[in-house]
């Protein structure tokens, strides 16, 4: 080499211990070399995803401790010829946790207009049963004037309320497993998928127990 003056001028290019191994590492990836570069691992099910993950979480902590083993004896890393960590990605379970937060993001969009709509069912059958109160008066007179009390008045209307919850939780039920069937049908023949709109026995009893209670509060103040 030369320089501004033309007199040649010696040059030394060092390579530190760092930069040989990012060349080497990055002609193995570039397949330079016979040294693999990564394996790739199909499990056959998610029970052996599970187990294989386990394996490899437990292998990396015992590297963590061998190098931390090596740097407490040493003061650096310089030299450690260990095991050495493997990195990672769990292709299934990213994809299936972008699932499941697309899910829950959808499944708490239907949450809230389903509130929206147990809210407005409410104020209605409060209403209704006011309304009923209203017209009613003379039969309530008549049912004071021969010993009725109060009490037994209320809970004519609160008998009534809880019909009107009862008959509306069992026809929502009866609906939704008689409209589950065709929408099973209809995506069994789009996607192959059969029994995806399925209603448990135990959530359809706790519907019908939340619609009677709901009617039974809005009954309560007419």
Do not use: C
């Not at 009613?136 to 009107?164: C, P, V, Y």
Request: proline fraction near 2%; charged fraction near 15%.
């Amino acid at each position: 080499l030369g320089d501004a003056t033309g007199v040649p001028v010696q040059a030394e290019r060092v390579f530190s211990k760092e930069s040989v191994a990012s060349v080497a590492e990055l002609v193995r990836t570039l397949g330079g070399n016979n040294t693999p570069n990564s394996v790739q691992i199909y499990a056959r099910d998610f029970d052996t995803k599970d187990s294989i993950l386990t394996y490899l979480d437990k292998w990396n902590e015992s590297v963590n401790a061998a190098r931390d083993a090596y740097y407490n004896s040493n003061g650096d890393y310089d030299g450690y010829d260990g095991p050495t960590e493997v990195k990672y990605t769990d292709t299934v379970g990213v994809l299936m946790s972008m699932m499941q937060t697309i899910l829950d993001a959808i499944t708490y969009v239907l949450i809230a207009f389903t509130g929206i709509s147990l809210v407005v069912s409410t104020v209605m059958i409060g209403v209704i049963t006011y309304v009923s109160v209203v017209e009613r008066t003379k039969e309530i007179g008549i049912l004071r004037s021969i010993g009725a009390r109060k009490k037994d008045i209320k809970h004519m209307f609160n008998a009534e309320t809880f019909i009107i919850g009862l008959a509306a939780g069992l026809i929502g039920i009866g609906l939704a497993y008689f409209i589950s069937i065709f929408i099973n049908i209809a995506i069994k023949s789009l996607t192959g998928i059969a029994g995806i709109a399925a209603l448990p026995f135990t959530t359809a009893l706790i519907m019908v127990l939340v619609s009677v209670v709901l009617t039974l509060i809005s009954g309560l103040i007419p």
